[in-house]
């Protein structure tokens, strides 16, 4: 009664729920609030937002990957008084205080599916320090820092990586391409390249960091035009190939 916070075993029973999830979709989520009808109706109506929201939160901070939108609302007293009055009033109703979790429907993203004996796809009894793995369908709008939307997906993806695998810590490394270029301008490009580069690796670093993941697990450096994975650059392709993020495992 009155509470809004989690328990230990309702994050695992929640927990053990979400991970059935992780299969390469990610998902529209509707979280209803209830109260029983002790405490004024305003007060339970806020009450029962509040058990909505920290639903929502946890989903949020443990399952980015998993939503495409999530939503809550308040119904607040399920019960009426007079249903009740057989009830101990003091108590209330237990079964009017929950939450209901309603998966709307799936979307397939382009994200890779957790598996907990595994990071960023590959087997974790595999991966070693100096290993570096591509951050693939990761991509930024042209000529900025600015990530694309459905890129945020492989990022939220290398999150969860980082919480199931808190002993990990990585470096992220951008890369660009269009190093060929001469022209009498060619060294102030060049110096642009290298910052943009640094720069995009620094907001992968932030993006981590905001999410919940220590600076101290991070470090970030940008290559520029250094380490091109195609060399040279003939089609279009080849630029896209060498426009990069790379995560380079430095601790285990």
């Given amino acids: 009664m009155d509470v809004h916070t989690l328990t230990k075993e309702q994050k695992q029973l929640l927990s053990k729920t979400l991970d059935t999830l ?4 990610n998902y529209y989520f ?5 109260t029983d009808y002790v405490a004024s109706e305003d007060y ?4 029962a937002k509040k058990r909505a929201d920290i639903i929502k939160d946890f989903i949020k901070q443990n399952y980015p990957q998993l ?3 999530i939503n809550t609302s308040a119904h607040g007293e399920l019960v009426s008084k007079e249903t009740l009055v057989q009830h101990n009033a003091k108590k209330g109703d237990l079964e009017s205080r929950r939450v209901d979790v309603v998966i709307m429907f799936a979307e397939k993203t382009g994200y890779i599916p957790l598996n907990p004996n595994e990071f960023m796809g590959k087997p974790f009894t595999n991966v070693k320090p100096g290993d570096s793995i591509e951050l693939k369908n990761l991509h930024f709008v042209l000529n900025t820092t600015n990530l694309e939307e459905e890129s945020q997906k492989i990022l939220d993806t290398l999150v969860q990586e980082l919480k199931n695998h808190k002993s990990v810590q990585i470096r992220i490394e951008g890369h660009v391409c269009c190093g060929d270029v001469y022209t009498y301008y060619r060294e102030t490009f060049k110096q642009k390249q290298m910052k943009l580069s640094k720069d995009r690796a620094n907001a992968v670093f932030n993006y ?3 999410r919940g993941i220590r600076e101290s697990r991070l470090s970030y450096i940008g290559y520029g035009f250094k380490k091109p994975k195609v060399y040279p650059e003939k089609t279009e392709e080849d630029k896209a190939a060498n426009r990069r993020v790379m995560v380079k495992i430095t601790y285990l």
């Fill in 22 to 25: 992780n299969n390469g979709n």
């Fill in 30 to 34: 509707n979280i209803t609030g209830y």
């Fill in 44 to 47: 339970n109506m806020k009450l």
């Fill in 67 to 69: 939503i495409n939108s």
């Fill in 208 to 210: 981590l960091v905001v």
